[in-house]
């Protein structure tokens, strides 16, 4: 099924420790996405890549990076984790050609830093 | 910069009424597209409408439309013979035009709809 897969589904995770989220798509879409949801906070965005070998900066970008060396992979690592990164992370996708049209969601990544 | 506002974190409604969500947004721009996605407890973001601010006749998808008023800057999204499974939490999003595609989300409205 075409569409985004993101691993793991939920993570605990010890403060300090690396830790990679995986994000891969298999429809070609140039663009792609990362976000935090937080209640209260909607989603932001933390992290984005209009094409392969290219990213750039989002809102909340502190204590994250992210690669893109093919189309169809975006990871997001972070560093050395800390309790305010508890958060559930999504990873989304749009076509350069309909990027006004939206986006398609992975279905989450529920990491808690303890 | 762009900001989302939903000054509704909770709502309710009974089953086969309307509700409307409201959403306001702050923006300079003049060409740019507005959105409500919802996300049901399985976590999963569904697209549940698109407006683009050119247009003045307001989107409709089925049940759910949408009252565009942007001198007001306001998106809201009406919901009519409300279901069960829409129970959900719903997110207005603003998109501007650029070749980047980000989306400015709102807080989010959380609906439950009550049999």
């Known amino acids: 099924i075409a569409g985004i897969t993101q691993a793991p589904t939920s993570q605990i995770l010890a403060a300090g420790r690396r830790m990679t989220l995986r994000c891969t798509q298999d429809m070609r879409h140039n663009a792609m996405y990362w976000y935090r949801q937080d209640l209260g906070l909607g989603l932001r965005l933390i992290h984005y890549?209009?094409?392969?070998?290219?990213?750039g900066k989002g809102e909340v970008p502190d204590g994250y990076s992210v690669s893109r060396a093919n189309t169809d992979d975006f990871p997001l690592t972070l560093a050395s984790a800390v309790p305010s990164q508890t958060s559930v992370y999504f990873c989304?996708?749009?076509?350069?050609?309909?990027?006004?049209?939206?986006?398609?969601f992975g279905s989450g990544t529920r990491l808690t830093v303890v | 910069a762009q900001t989302v506002t939903q000054s509704q974190p909770e709502m309710s409604v009974q089953e086969a009424e309307t509700v409307t969500l409201s959403c306001t947004y702050d923006?300079?721009?003049?060409?740019?597209?507005l959105f409500w996605y919802k996300q049901p407890p399985s976590r999963q973001m569904i697209l549940v409408i698109r407006q683009e601010a050119y247009k003045q006749q307001n989107a409709t998808e089925n049940r759910f439309s949408v009252n565009f008023q942007k001198a007001a800057k306001s998106f809201s999204l009406k919901i009519s013979d409300s279901q069960l499974g829409d129970t959900a939490m719903y997110f207005c999003a603003f998109m501007k035009q650029s070749n980047t595609g980000k989306l400015i989300f709102g807080q989010g409205t959380t609906l439950q709809v009550k049999p």
């Open positions: 923006t300079s721009e003049n060409n740019y597209y």
């Open positions: 890549s209009n094409t392969a070998g290219t990213t």
């Open positions: 989304a996708s749009s076509p350069q050609f309909a990027i006004t049209y939206g986006y398609t």
